[in-house]
Each structure stands twice: as structure tokens, then as C-alpha cells.
């Protein structure tokens, strides 16, 4: 997760980059190394891990959302370019404003529905089949980081945009 080339990074946000980075890297290699052993002892010693599919979903959505914010701040979102290179380049700051808002507005309303679907689950104690990991806390996480990657497009947004309406 380190920026992309040619992009200016900020001390303001180098440090939470490499944080995030080591932290997906960790949780990262947890995973690879849970699905080596489960790989090994389902097929060599014929005895899976217990518990290894839940902790594979757990793992996964935590690196998918604790990353969130990283590729936010790098603003280096997945994106198809079909139509975008036949616009004029005054489009370009406007449109990128536009979709941050809509990225925004989406990671907001992620945000709060998994706010509440993570108060549900703990309002009944729900935890994973076998392991009986609480559920609850992983959507808490998610939610946070949502709420976060809202903070952080709105902040790339406007200042992307400033830098626009200046040049």
C-alpha cells in the first residue's frame, strides 16, 4: 500500500498508510499460513483445521476493509476508463469531484447499515458456527472503516479539487 507513482503523498498521511499496511500485511499472512495448514492437514494427514472457513471469511473481510481507507487516501479505487478519455480535460476535476461524492454517499450508507446489522448480531450473541467467534465486533470494524474511507474520499475530493480550480 505504498502511494502511487507519481502522486504526492502528505506527512499527514504517510504514517496511517503504513500502518494499515503493515496491518493488512499481518492479517495477510495469517491467512496464507492458515490455508497452507489446512491445505496440509486436510490432504497429507486427512484432518482439516476446525474453524479454517471461518477464519478465512473473518480474515478476508478484514483485510478488505481495513484497506479500504489506504485506497482511499491514494485514491487508486478500481475504475474503467470506456468513455472518460473522450472527455475534455476541464471534465475530468468535476467528474472525479462527482464520483468521490457517490463514493462517498456509498460508503456512508455501508457504514451505517453495517452499524446496525452489527448491533443486531450482538443483541442476539451471534457467532460463528464453530469457532463462536461474536460476529457482532467484525461488522463494528467494517462499519468504522466505511465510516472512515467516507471521511477520507470527501477530504481527497475537495482538495483534488481545489488543486484543479487553481491550476
Not at 471461518?54 to 483485510?63: A, H, I, Q
Not at 463514493?103 to 446496525?116: D, K, M, Q
Request: with cysteine; aromatic share 10%; proline share 5%.
Amino acid at each position: 500500500m505504498s502511494p502511487a507513482p507519481g502522486k504526492r503523498t502528505s506527512a499527514f498521511s504517510i504514517w496511517p498508510r503504513r500502518i494499515l499496511a503493515w496491518v493488512c500485511g499481518a492479517i495477510l499472512l495469517v491467512l496464507m499460513t492458515l490455508t497452507v495448514v489446512d491445505v496440509i492437514g486436510r490432504y497429507i494427514f486427512n484432518a482439516p483445521l476446525i474453524g479454517s472457513t471461518e477464519l478465512t471469511e473473518v480474515l478476508l473481510v478484514s483485510v478488505i476493509f481495513i484497506g479500504l481507507p489506504a485506497v482511499c487516501m491514494d485514491d487508486e479505487h478500481v475504475t474503467v476508463d470506456l468513455v472518460t478519455s473522450q472527455m475534455p480535460a476541464w471534465v475530468h476535476p468535476f467528474r472525479k469531484a462527482l464520483l468521490a461524492l457517490i463514493s462517498a454517499t456509498i460508503f456512508g450508507v455501508i457504514s451505517w447499515r453495517l452499524w446496525i446489522y452489527g448491533s443486531q448480531i450482538a443483541g442476539y450473541h451471534g457467532v460463528t458456527n464453530s469457532l463462536r467467534i461474536p460476529v457482532g465486533p467484525f461488522a463494528w470494524l467494517c462499519s468504522v472503516c466505511a465510516a472512515v474511507a467516507v471521511v477520507i474520499t470527501l477530504y481527497v475530493a475537495a482538495r483534488d479539487l481545489r488543486r484543479a480550480l487553481r491550476a
